[in-house]
T-cell receptor, first 112, second 114 residues
Framework: GENVEQHPSTLSVQEGDSAVIKCTYSDSASNYFPWYKQELGKRPQLIIDIRSNVGEKKDQRIAVTLNKTAKHFSLHITETQPEDSAVYFCAANGGSARQLTFGSGTQLTVLP | DAGITQSPRHKVTETGTPVTLRCHQTENHRYMYWYRQDPGHGLRLIHYSYGVKDTDKGEVSDGYSVSRSKTEDFLLTLESATSSQTSVYFC?????????????FGSGTQLSVL
């Protein structure tokens, strides 16, 4: 099956700085890589996704990059704000069932 | 937010008792999923359904069963609850195969097994 590893598990940044979260996956057949944000006590919500036919995708202050050769993808948040504080999960759709396998999550804290 | 309702929102039960969690959707999406969320493990797939009466196992299906008799309802049953099943359970739906499609999550059920 698919194995997704996510680092770091916790990340603290000063407001206005950038944050980077990295994930690696094991199944080279994976072709869809979403990122979900979960605020405290809330449900996970999709914030951005990327497919294997592109190397980078941006949406305002967030961007995702994908390196298929190395089998890793990253989430970049620029100009961080307090409302960016949350747990972020990466995922990949490898494995025989082609279901999403999630990483273990990153707790991002943006310090004022 | 997509129309997904989970019930109950919180439940405390004793070891060995049966427990059923319900997920109800109003989006008429074909695919429905049950995940559990535990610290350090992210979201792990328990079971999923790709249509009425069509279900399959996920990564952590032992000790759980599911049923889907109507498009809108997906039930998760713990036949005999154990303390290791204390977790937050999320239902999710997608319009098409989750492999490359957005998941919409419910609000979650906090289950405590004492």
């Amino acid at each position: 099956g698919e194995n997704v590893e996510q680092h770091p598990s916790t990340l603290s940044v000063q407001e206005g700085d950038s944050a980077v979260i990295k994930c690696t996956y094991s199944d080279s057949a994976s072709n869809y890589f979403p990122w979900y944000k979960q605020e405290l006590g809330k449900r996970p919500q999709l914030i951005i996704d990327i497919r294997s036919n592109v190397g980078e995708k941006k949406d305002q202050r967030i961007a995702v990059t994908l390196n298929k050769t190395a089998k890793h993808f990253s989430l970049h948040i620029t100009e961080t704000q307090p409302e960016d504080s949350a747990v972020y999960f990466c995922a990949a759709n490898g494995g025989s069932a082609r279901q999403l396998t999630f990483g273990s999550g990153t707790q991002l804290t943006v310090l004022p | 937010d997509a129309g997904i309702t989970q019930s109950p929102r919180h439940k405390v039960t004793e070891t060995g008792t049966p427990v059923t969690l319900r997920c109800h959707q109003t989006e008429n999406h074909r695919y429905m999923y049950w995940y559990r969320q535990d610290p350090g493990h992210g979201l792990r797939l328990i079971h999923y359904s790709y249509g009425v009466k069509d279900t399959d196992k996920g990564e952590v299906s032992d000790g759980y069963s599911v049923s889907r008799s109507k498009t809108e309802d997906f039930l998760l049953t713990l036949e005999s609850a154990t303390s290791s099943q204390t977790s937050v359970y999320f239902c999710a739906i997608s319009e098409s195969w989750t492999g490359d499609e957005k998941l919409f999550f419910g609000s979650g059920t906090q289950l405590s097994v004492l």
